[in-house]
């Protein structure tokens, strides 16, 4: 039965009408995870612009809108396909083995009584997909898209429903090296093959005439990403150990790095201010670890910060490092020999054997030395 409807479906397609203008439209939404949460926004409102990070995930969702008009009853069959080869985005296929669970069905399609009849999403992981909407896989296509998402719609009895309403989701994620600024337009497809039931298509009947091809090239909506890096703020209170001067014009270096990994994705070399706050911003959005390193203080790392907006932290510095090689080791004390008892004025005068701050290399500095000794920084 199900076969003799779709050639039924093929047989009457070239005989358009124009009297009902559907129309496909796209909604945006930022997103967390790959998953069949539907959009937030209703269809009668759906979102075309959206301003996305770098490395961002957004959900991307189809939408038909369907105002009949004349003698027009019903509708059978609608499609969609969104095709996603852009250079600055990538499909998220969370089983690249079956590209039947790489989209997802929105609500709407139960509740009006359709059927979900074919489901595709690929990306340069998975097999391309085929451009034919009653038959997604069929080998003998030509047009087929490497990147992108498929729905068809089957509703075998006909659906009266009219408005608009979604049909289904796919995500796809900015990279991670997309310039600022950059502007990703999106769009359903548009393909030219008259012996397939063509992207953007709506199937409806008058009750006369049967069934009608409505808008092979269906009017279809675009909608934008604006990638833009989300600058998040790092304020860092630092409490430097065994020092009496003042915090202000300290200098530090600060490195973000992947969780777990000594590499630096980013380095920063910024000062103290009076109350010993340091300062940074960075486009970096996410899980990281955060380092700091002072003059003569060992490195100290905090593990997995999660940077969004504004970033709060509390460190420690342990003080005695003075050759900055991470150790209190003979190489410091060595370097506090050759400095002791000099004040600025001196020529032997060493700012960084001056552990304390009190503008004087004495027994006070060898006293923080020596409790130290030893002591080495977070890698």
């Known amino acids: 039965m199900k076969q003799a409807l779709l050639l039924l479906l093929l047989l009457y397609a070239p005989l358009a009408s124009a009297t009902a203008q559907p129309r496909a439209f796209l909604d945006l939404s930022p997103a967390s995870v790959a998953d069949a949460i539907p959009t937030p926004h209703p269809a009668s409102q759906p979102v075309s612009s959206l301003q996305v990070a770098p490395g961002g995930l957004v959900r991307v969702t189809v939408g038909f809108r369907f105002e009949p008009s004349g003698d027009i009853a019903r509708w059978y069959l609608l499609s969609a396909l969104l095709s996603l080869n852009h250079p600055d985005i990538e499909v998220v296929t969370p089983n690249p083995s079956n590209i039947a669970e790489n989209a997802f069905w929105h609500p709407h399609v139960a509740e009006r009584g359709s059927r979900a009849q074919a489901i595709a999403a690929v990306s340069p992981q998975t097999a391309p997909m085929r451009a034919n909407m009653l038959h997604p896989n069929d080998a003998n296509s030509p047009i087929f898209?490497?990147?992108?998402?498929?729905?068809?719609?089957?509703?075998?009895?006909?659906?009266?429903?009219?408005?608009?309403?979604?049909?289904?989701?796919?995500?796809?994620?900015?990279?991670?090296?997309?310039?600022?600024?950059?502007?990703?337009?999106?769009?359903?497809?548009?393909?030219?093959?008259?012996?397939?039931?063509?992207?953007?298509?709506?199937?409806?009947?008058?009750?006369?005439?049967r069934y009608h091809l409505f808008g092979e090239h269906l009017p279809a909506d675009t909608a934008a990403l604006h990638v833009k890096a989300s600058r998040v703020q790092v304020v860092a209170q630092i409490t430097l150990e065994d020092y009496l001067g003042s915090p202000q014009g300290r200098q530090m270096e600060v490195q973000i790095r992947q969780p777990g990994s000594t590499e630096p994705l980013e380095t920063h070399h910024s000062t103290l201010d009076e109350n010993g706050i340091l300062r940074i911003t960075t486009a970096l959005n996410g899980v990281y670890d955060f380092s700091v390193k002072g003059e003569h203080w060992l490195r100290r790392t905090a593990a997995n910060v999660n940077l969004s907006g504004t970033v709060n932290l509390s460190l420690s510095l342990q003080n005695g490092d003075i050759d900055g090689d991470n150790e209190v080791s003979l190489f410091d004390f060595g370097l506090l020999v050759a400095a002791f008892g000099a004040v600025p004025e001196h020529t032997n005068w060493n700012p960084l054997a001056d552990l304390d701050g009190d503008e004087e290399v004495s027994l006070f500095d060898f006293g923080i030395l020596v409790r130290n000794f030893g002591a080495i920084g977070d890698e």
């Not at 989701?169 to 497809?189: C, F, W």
């Not at 030219?192 to 008058?206: V, W």
């Open 145 to 209: 898209s490497s990147s992108g998402a498929l729905w068809v719609v089957l509703a075998p009895a006909g659906n009266a429903a009219t408005g608009a309403w979604y049909i289904g989701h796919v995500y796809l994620r900015v990279k991670e090296n997309t310039p600022d600024n950059t502007v990703v337009t999106l769009a359903l497809a548009h393909l030219n093959d008259p012996t397939r039931t063509l992207p953007n298509s709506l199937l409806a009947t008058d009750g006369a005439r």
